[in-house]
Antibody, heavy 121, light 111 residues
Framework: VQLQQSGPGLVEPSQTLSLSCAISGDSVSSNSAAWNWIRQSPSIGLEWLGRTYYRSRWYYDSAVSVKSRITVNPDTSNNQFSMQLSSVTPEDTAVYYC????????????WGQGTLVTVSS | QSVLTQPPSVSGAPGQRVTISCIGSSSNIGAGYDVHWYQQLPGTAPKLHIYGNSNRPSGVPDRFSGSKSGTSASLAITGLQAEDEADYYCQSYDSSLRGWVFGGGTKLTVL
């Protein structure tokens, strides 16, 4: 399994941060996996943000801290998933990771390479 | 302030044994959710190092072991080697927050 992230490294305050994670070796539509976004910053450390997964239909979960601002979407045509975080502030500056969770394990066994996103004008 | 509490740093000489603690609460570790540990080398993504409290993924040396009791967990490393120098993070699930939570990380220095 490999996860390859893409997206801009600089976002202006109040704009929307958008990242994608391309999956190889597994399927975004897998019935036994969930696809997550996690970020890491010196001030907060590691923070789980949200996920999507398919179990006969698509499900979405998100952290309380970003619930009103985050969208995680699957892209079955390209076997990838994406994250959008709206109304960003400098506090959203972090390294963002995508990660896989095998159903029922409650851990993250494969991670993307990470994308440093800086929120600045 | 992370939901799970870890010491900021630990150190030991080559060959020694060190432990890293991870203290949670009744809504995460104490609720019965498993604890997992990640190793992070500089400039790289965290890597799953211990899963399900005490299980090692393929390729992780048996010098690494994990345990859990009550509302806390520990990662033990015996026979310290220079290559073990890294940041280590614990992780669990929190039923009150309805999400995954991490410790603040512990920097292991091999003297």
């Amino acid at each position: 399994v490999q996860l390859q992230q893409s997206g801009p490294g600089l976002v202006e305050p109040s704009q929307t941060l958008s990242l994608s994670c391309a999956i190889s070796g597994d399927s975004v539509s897998s019935n036994s996996a969930a696809w997550n976004w996690i970020r890491q910053s010196p001030s907060i450390g590691l923070e789980w943000l949200g996920r999507t997964y398919y179990r006969s239909r698509w499900y979405y979960d998100s952290a309380v801290s970003v619930k009103s601002r985050i969208t995680v979407n699957p892209d079955t045509s390209n076997n990838q998933f994406s994250m959008q975080l709206s109304s960003v502030t400098p506090e959203d500056t972090a390294v963002y990771y995508c990660a896989r969770e095998v159903a029922g394990t409650y851990n993250f066994d494969y991670w993307g390479q990470g994308t440093l996103v800086t929120v600045s004008s | 302030q992370s939901v799970l509490t870890q010491p900021p740093s630990v150190s030991g000489a080559p060959g020694q044994r060190v432990t890293i603690s991870c203290i949670g609460s009744s809504s995460n570790i104490g609720a019965g959710y498993d604890v997992h540990w990640y190793q992070q080398l500089p400039g790289t993504a965290p890597k799953l190092h211990i899963y399900g409290n005490s299980n090692r993924p393929s390729g992780v040396p048996d010098r690494f072991s994990g345990s859990k009791s009550g509302t806390s967990a520990s990662l033990a490393i015996t026979g310290l080697q220079a290559e073990d120098e890294a940041d280590y993070y614990c992780q669990s699930y929190d039923s009150s927050l309805r999400g995954w939570v991490f410790g603040g990380g512990t920097k292991l220095t091999v003297l």
